[in-house]
């Protein structure tokens, strides 16, 4: 281990390696939000020209007031703001519609962080059960939508549905989603941390109130960071300022917004964020390529016997849940290394990121690989699969 | 102005100015903290390691959970958290303490973002008055909390005052605003926002339930960065694991933490404090040391005619505010430059940071400023005043 200072060793497993960590891949920096983040690493760096009115987003040198109206653009909505993680896009969605007692409709493949910001806000995750191909329609969000309406006597006050799940890579039906939250007159999230950033997206298209973005999931920023995007109808409501007056003082502090708390993400993750942007912007358009690479990666793996799929097929995203109980396990059942044993082929072949030890189900991501990095990958399971006897076809 | 990327300048002010801004000083980042971002940038670098339980504090590689257990001890707590940011402290401690209409004590000079926190709880801030000093007592926190109690017919349900306040940098009782927390029950959160990180700190020696520091403000750390640290008995409470059930999937995530939002500060923000910690460690033994350096420029500046400070003397804290009224201002009023040329001059002395325009009212910090660096700035002070005419004793 190369120790940096003190017990830091050095990470350079971008640098080194083949990452196929299924979190990591989109959240990998750019040259240029490098470059930011030595540049703008220091505290307070953003805060050098602060003037009137006093808001981050409201900067123009450097130039974050222009990013914030381009990044509404790019994500096809009125307003954006950036937050410290989707997660905390979420919380002040949540926090500004949800009152004690209250539903949220969520995916049954809603991440965690879904659930937690509606348990902050006191109210209750409605899960919208799968369809057979483990997908979310807009059908089935209608039927809980009637089911819970009936149960709890009111209607849910937000609906929250991810793009794409964190455990298959599977698209859900947004578009669907989003015809079913207008008919019921019920806002809608759509969680959009692994898409945003990566494929063209468009809100206003889809029919969304609010898109979610991750910084550090999809947008090739450093942790933590991400996007809370929305109309101008609910930028009134979310990003509403401050109209709280100390009562000796009689101060008030209006242009702040009270779910940002004031200002959001300072600093060189927000830096970071602008300077990877232009590079953002170009790799959506080729989106169509990174999912020829899952699709011809996924193709070579399954020739090896017993390998499977969980996710959908053909692959519409990078993410993807594979099963190798019948083929990788199989081994791992008598190697004295078990389930380490493919950690060790994968790292003597330079790649990481699976994780390590397991052979059953495990989620790999081959976003940003270049073609020859692909096909290398699918080689190395075939070599892997042969060297322990198991037939490739 | 020199590009890096497109539009967004590089930004070399602590390398190449002496720079007195009020917030950033404490803020800048150590030679360690900067090979820490260089090394942790890429998105969600701090989980190559992570395993059960899953969560960001109990990762050993790099060694967080061992950073997590030093962090805490060194504020004198039993437990901390790492959040993005000292206002999603507060954030965590209101929203768990603060229904609809509760009050919460704060100070006539408490920070917007205490503010917004309670706002966001539907709460309601009570301001305590400043004594004659323009400091926060526990006497006039006890009276305060008698007021409210006689007003609403009940107990505020949090006291949130500032150790050191962010417009005079003036010390408050935080002493005795614990014993009154005590007496009358009411937990008591310390704002260290601009003492935790730069000076010894002991919330158990305080009597503080709840303690928040800054990252980005007094931890050498980018933004955003914080921590908010707390006894066992509240640690139960603010760190409460969520206990939200799927009511389909009947999926639980039980080891996240519902206000920290699962994994909090996840990345080079984080890497970096830990970077830094050392030499917090080794920083706060030497406090003395730039509070002498505060009193000697202060009393260098105010030998110019007509300066004033207005925050106490002597000064307890490098964060302190001025007036110039009586001296730079009357230049500024004929000056063709207008306030700007005070800027002008401080910049060709290699001099940042004040706020550029502004000849009456403002604040610096010499937080961190060598000696040699100090009475230069003193000196560059005197040097502009006998430039304009003013006398200089």
């Given at each position: 281990m190369n120790q940096m200072i003190e017990d830091i060793e050095v990470r350079a497993r971008e640098e080194l390696f083949i990452n196929i960590n299924p979190i990591q891949a989109a959240g990998r920096l750019t040259p240029e939000a490098m470059k930011a983040v030595i540049a703008y690493g220091d505290g307070y760096s953003t805060c050098?020209?602060?003037?009137?009115?006093?808001?981050?987003?409201k900067i123009s040198r450097p130039p974050i007031s222009k990013f914030h109206i381009e990044l509404a653009k790019f994500v096809g909505m009125d307003q954006a703001r950036v937050?410290?993680?989707a997660r905390r896009g979420f919380q002040a969605v949540v926090s500004t519609l949800v009152e004690k007692g209250d539903s949220v409709i969520v995916s049954s493949l809603a991440h965690y962080t879904e659930f937690l910001t509606v348990e902050d806000a006191r109210g209750i995750v409605k899960e919208?059960?799968?369809?057979?191909?483990?997908?979310?329609?807009?059908?089935?969000?209608?039927q809980k939508i009637e089911k819970v309406t009936r149960d709890t006597g009111k209607l849910p006050k937000l609906i929250i549905i991810d793009h794409f799940d964190y455990l298959l890579g599977n698209?859900?039906?947004?578009?669907?989603?989003?015809?079913?939250?207008?008919?019921?007159?019920?806002?809608?999230?759509?969680?959009?941390?692994?898409?945003?950033?990566?494929?063209?997206l468009n809100g206003k298209e889809i029919g969304a109130d609010f898109l979610v973005g991750s910084g550090h999931k999809s947008f090739a920023s450093p942790a933590p960071s991400g996007v809370v995007a929305t109309t101008n109808e609910w930028a009134e409501k979310v990003f509403r300022t401050t109209q709280m007056v100390g009562d000796v003082t009689k101060r008030k502090f209006g242009v702040k917004e009270v779910e940002m708390m004031g200002c959001t993400l300072m600093g060189a993750n927000l830096i970071a964020m602008m300077a990877s942007f232009p590079k953002i912007r170009e790799r959506v358009k080729h989106w169509d390529d990174e999912v020829k690479k899952i699709n011809y990666f996924i193709n070579e793996f399954n020739k090896i016997e017993g390998n499977k799929?969980?996710?959908?097929?053909?692959?519409?995203?990078?993410?993807?849940?594979?099963?190798t109980s019948g083929s990788f396990d199989k081994i791992a059942r008598t190697h004295k290394r078990r389930g380490f044993f493919?950690?060790?082929?994968?790292?003597?072949?330079?790649?990481?990121?699976?994780?390590?030890?397991?052979?059953?189900?495990?989620?790999?991501?081959?976003?940003?690989?270049?073609?020859d990095q692909t096909k290398y990958l699918a080689q190395a399971f075939q070599e892997i699969a042969k060297k322990y006897g198991i037939k490739v076809a």
């Open positions: 050098d020209w602060c003037g009137k009115p006093f808001r981050l987003d937050v410290p993680g919208v059960p799968l369809n057979r191909e483990n997908i979310i329609t807009g059908e089935n969000t209608a698209e859900h039906d947004i578009h669907g989603v989003a015809r079913v939250a207008r008919d019921y007159g019920i806002p809608f999230l759509a969680n959009c941390a692994y898409s945003m950033g990566v494929m063209p799929v969980i996710s959908e097929m053909p692959r519409k995203h990078t993410l993807t849940k594979v099963d493919l950690s060790d082929e994968l790292k003597k072949r330079r790649i990481v990121g699976e994780f390590a030890g397991a052979t059953r189900q495990w989620k790999l991501n081959t976003y940003g690989l270049t073609w």
